[in-house]
């Protein structure tokens, strides 16, 4: 079965999608069975695959609609896509009235989870009745960090949800895989400044690795690429190797 991580923050612009986009390319190109569930309204992760986000409902289909999992993904190099799009703003209001409205997502991957090594779940930046969603659904989030502003006094607010899904035995199985300090730029004071907070608040929950803070991203997004089709020799591209290498021991 699929190891299923969530990568949340409540803030947008933290790096979250980026962070899935490029965690899903590195893994598939370690030869692994990757599929990247977008589960922010927005698709940037999406898109960030090169899946054209107005062609289906995508992941909301399987969640209000009771539609196939399997029917809805989309192959691509960088890994399999579960996309994403507008109409998943609209199902926090419509699972409401619905049974086991919070394993809504859990049932939808349980019918592929078998198929893959990883996948990936890009959260939308809220703790929304969707956040709990992939919460349940997860075996392990991951929490990047922006070390240029201060998104790191947010962690706290996803840890407690994170004990709250665990204290309500939503998911008895769920894990922090840690934080993963990104956008980082080691000769910046903030950075520094940003490095040591974190440190002193949640010192053993940070990860082994970092991404560095690189121009490339904005370039890539710019032409709809992933970092690997963009600039595989960038040091950003280098950094989320390093990463999957410390977090999950997989070697391109
Ligand atoms: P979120 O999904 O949390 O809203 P994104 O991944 O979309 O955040 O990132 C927000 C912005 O920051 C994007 O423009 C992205 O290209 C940029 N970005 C993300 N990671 C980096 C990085 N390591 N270096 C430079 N820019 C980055
Ligand atoms: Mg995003």
Known sequence: MAKIIAIVNQKGGVGKTTTCV???AAV????K????????????ATSGMGVDKTTSNGVYDALINGAETAQLIVSTPYGDVLPSSKALAGAGVEMINMEDRQFLLKAALRQVAANYDYIFIDCPPALSKNTYNALVAASKILIPVQMEALSVKGVSEVLSVMDEVKEFHMNDNLELLGLLPVMVDE???ITKQLSKLLGEK???LILPCRIRRSVKFLEAQAHGQSIFEYAPYSSTGIDYEIAIKRMFNIKI
């Open 22 to 24: 490029n965690l899903a």
């Open 28 to 31: 598939k190109a370690a030869g």
């Open 33 to 44: 069975r990757v599929l990247l569930c977008d589960f922010d309204p927005q698709a940037n």
């Open 187 to 189: 000769r910046t004071k």
């Open 202 to 204: 949640h010192g053993d």
